[in-house]
């Protein structure tokens, strides 16, 4: 579920997507069920503002749980205030796998609505904005696709970007004692032609250290410009059911909308506390790779 997409704003990449490094059900509904039997995460992401207290740019919070033969299903909710302008929205979303010999293939779709304030309107109003999507996840013998439009039917007054996104690569596991995950994700923006590409990289010893980073070209904005940053990060595993992990994007996005007064965000710590009720994963067939 793309729940980050923020109507008239230009900064649709701030909410759940700028954090899917740590949260990769934010970019394909396939993915449900793949934390394990029953995963709560929150992640909160924090700005220096030139005090002792932060400024709390957005918040969110991820309930995912497996079904019979692997079936998931998941919640997704956030809340970001980027531009001193408050937008929240919530979904589901459902995953169904498959195994075809050596292949392994889920089918997902998500749901969900977004709360946000009308920016053409002389008082701001609140309106309830519907979106709904699909995606479909592939993997044979550690390579592996993603395709997803999670904003395939939308409200046309969702802004300006629903992307389609494809995200592949390669996972290696050595029996627990090393892995890692490299892969790219490609976005391209149906309404504006934009495209942009991730590229991503996460290495983890013994499942319980693990670091990586997130290079980003950061090339949808339809307003402005951002320039590419690399987004590094850690994950430490503290006990059998507790993850904490932090992160740090340093890239700061300028609006240069018409009319509107420029608006900057600068760079945002992003922290997540992850909690599994089962180390195992359950039947998940991804679980810790992401």
């Given at each position: 579920?793309l729940?980050?997409l923020?109507?008239?704003?230009?900064f649709s990449q701030?909410?759940l997507l700028?954090?899917y490094h740590?949260?990769?059900?934010a970019?394909?509904p396939?993915?449900?069920?793949e934390?394990?039997?029953?995963?709560l995460?929150?992640?909160?992401?924090n700005?220096f503002?030139g005090?002792v207290?932060l400024?709390q740019?957005?918040q969110v919070l991820?309930?995912d749980?497996q079904?019979y033969?692997?079936?998931?299903l998941?919640?997704q909710?956030?809340?970001?205030?980027?531009g001193?302008?408050?937008?929240?929205?919530?979904?589901?979303s459902?995953a169904?796998?498959?195994?075809i010999g050596?292949?392994?293939?889920k089918?997902g779709?998500n749901a969900g609505?977004f709360?946000q304030p009308?920016m053409?309107?002389?008082n701001?109003?609140?309106?309830?904005?519907?979106?709904?999507?699909?995606?479909?996840?592939?993997?044979y013998k550690?390579?592996?696709?993603?395709?997803?439009?999670?904003?395939?039917l939308a409200?046309?007054?969702i802004?300006?970007?629903k992307?389609?996104?494809?995200?592949?690569?390669y996972?290696?596991?050595?029996?627990?004692i090393f892995?890692?995950?490299?892969n790219?994700l490609?976005?391209h923006?149906?309404q504006?032609?934009?495209?942009?590409?991730?590229?991503?990289?996460?290495?983890s010893v013994?499942?319980r250290?693990g670091?990586g980073?997130s290079?980003?070209?950061?090339?949808?904005?339809a307003?402005?410009?951002?320039?590419p940053t690399?987004i590094?990060f850690?994950?430490y595993?503290a006990?059998r059911?507790m993850?904490?992990?932090?992160?740090?994007?340093?890239s700061s996005?300028?609006?240069t909308?018409?009319?509107t007064a420029n608006?900057?965000v600068g760079?945002?710590f992003q922290f997540?506390?992850?909690y599994?009720?089962?180390?195992s994963?359950?039947d998940?067939w991804?679980?810790?790779?992401?």
């Open positions: 579920m729940l980050f923020i109507s008239h704003k230009g701030i909410g700028k954090q740590l949260n990769y059900l970019i394909n396939a993915l449900a069920g934390n394990g039997p029953f995963t995460k929150g992640i909160l992401g700005q503002n005090s207290r400024n740019v957005n991820v309930l749980g079904l033969n692997k079936g998931g998941a919640f909710g956030y809340r970001n205030n980027s001193n302008i408050i937008t929240t929205g919530l979904g589901f459902y169904k796998g498959y195994e050596e292949l392994k293939l089918m779709a609505i709360i009308n053409l309107a002389a701001l109003t609140q309106r309830v904005l519907l979106h709904g999507g699909l995606g479909v996840f592939s993997s550690g390579v592996f696709l993603g395709v997803s439009n999670p904003m395939l409200s046309r007054q802004g300006e970007q992307p389609f996104l494809v995200n592949g690569g996972i290696f596991d050595n029996e627990s892995g890692f995950n490299a790219v490609y976005y923006d149906i504006t032609s934009r495209n942009s590409y991730d590229f991503n990289f996460k290495a013994n499942n250290f670091i980073a290079y980003r070209f950061n090339k949808l904005m307003y402005g410009e951002s320039k690399v590094p850690a994950e595993k006990t059911t993850t904490f992990a932090l992160s740090y994007d340093s996005t300028t609006e909308r018409p009319n608006l900057a760079g945002v997540m506390v992850k599994n009720s089962d180390d994963g359950g998940s991804f679980f810790g790779k992401f």
